[in-house]
Structures are given as structure tokens and as C-alpha cells.
């Protein structure tokens, strides 16, 4: 089978038969939500559905499902998740207690998705936030340590494995500096590789195997 190398979305709540066809001529990898996509349950359940019916294969499909100010699925029908940050406050105070928060509230995040159709959770956020950087991370970072960061990102992707959900880390090493929001301008990071390489770049490498 033949797959372009390339992850769509589409519109709206439904599909649309011109999305049909586009997607069954594309045969894209896989999908990814955002919250135009989500109403409730069954119409999640249907849409995910309705994607892979169009492809003609079991396509992974994806979202952004983070907690706090990141989350496609959100109250009344799904729960509201802490932000990364909360999970690197109790880390501080009890770094076991962290870890277990962070693990479960990724597992319990993940039978929410699976119970939609969503296979794929764009989760761990693992980047380093320095002093003076653009709040486009912010919170959503679990700390402002390379270590805490690595530590709950890697009991976050255990967690939603261990609910049947595939994590993707998150963003390009060097984002927690970006000075500007990366999804209105282009950040420049000009900070010395050595520096890079003990901070931002650490957690990415410390989950390489995930």
C-alpha cells in the first residue's frame, strides 16, 4: 500500500464528499483534529470514523490534547486537564507524587481519545522555557529544568501508551526561547550550540527512544 508521507485535516465537523474523494485519491499517512472538528462524542466518533472509511485503511488520527490552554476536547463532555506546568509544581514539592500525576493524568487522557477514534496525542511538551521568551509556551511547559522536563515528559508518553495512544514530543529543541509566536512569526534562536545542547536539546535526546 502506498501512503503520501503527509498527515490532513479537514474543515469542519463532517466530511464533506469533496474531502471524500480528496482523501481517498491522497491516501495521506494519517489526520489531525483541531477544535472546528469537535462538537461532542458521537460526533467525534463518527468523524474519525467517517476518515478512515475514506481512506480505506486504519489511518492514525491526531490531535493536540495537552490540558490547560491546549486542548481540542474540552468540558462538558471531556475533562479538563491541568496544564503541564501544574504537573512540574507538585514535582517541586514531591517529585514521586509528579511523576504518578503526570503518568495517570496522560493515561486517563488517552482512554478519552481512544474512546473517540484518536490514536495519537501530539504530547509530551518538551521545551525549556527561559526568562524573557515569548508566553507561546509558557505553563505548557512542566518546568524550566531539562531534567524536571525530560523526567514528567517521559511519564507522560508512559501514561499514554499505557492507555493505547501514541505520543509525539514536542516542539523543535530551542522553541522554549522563541521570542515571538511561532504560529504568526518566524522565531531566530541565536543562542550558542553548547548552551542548546545541555538545556533544550537534553530532554529531546533523553526520550529519543520513545
Not at 521568551?133 to 525530560?150: C, K, M, N
Request: hydrophobic share 45%; proline share 7%; aromatic share 6%.
Amino acid at each position: 500500500m502506498s501512503l503520501r508521507a503527509a498527515i490532513y485535516g479537514c474543515a469542519g465537523t463532517e466530511l464533506g464528499s469533496a474531502e471524500r474523494s480528496f482523501f481517498r485519491e491522497a491516501r495521506p499517512w494519517g489526520f489531525i483534529l483541531f477544535a472546528r472538528n469537535v462538537a461532542d462524542p458521537a460526533q467525534l466518533r463518527s468523524l474519525t470514523a467517517d476518515l478512515r472509511e475514506a481512506v480505506g485503511y486504519d489511518a492514525p488520527v491526531l490531535i493536540d490534547q495537552e490540558g490547560g490552554r491546549v486542548q481540542r476536547l474540552r468540558p462538558p463532555h471531556w475533562r479538563a486537564w491541568p496544564a503541564g506546568r501544574r504537573y512540574g509544581e507538585l514535582y517541586a514539592r514531591d517529585a514521586e507524587k509528579g511523576l504518578a500525576a503526570a503518568r495517570l493524568g496522560a493515561q486517563l487522557m488517552a482512554v478519552e481519545l481512544r474512546d473517540v477514534g484518536i490514536t495519537v496525542d501530539c504530547l509530551p511538551v518538551l521545551d525549556v522555557p527561559v526568562p524573557g521568551a515569548h508566553d507561546v509556551i509558557g505553563d505548557r511547559a512542566y518546568a524550566e529544568t531539562p531534567d524536571i522536563v525530560a523526567a514528567l515528559g517521559l511519564a507522560a508518553a508512559e501514561g499514554l501508551l499505557s492507555g493505547g495512544v501514541l505520543p509525539v514530543v514536542k516542539h523543535m529543541p530551542g522553541h522554549g526561547r522563541a521570542g515571538v509566536d511561532s504560529h504568526k512569526s518566524l522565531p531566530v534562536v541565536d543562542t550558542p550550540r553548547a548552551d542548546l545542547e545541555r538545556i533544550d536539546f537534553a530532554p529531546f535526546r533523553a526520550l529519543r527512544q520513545m
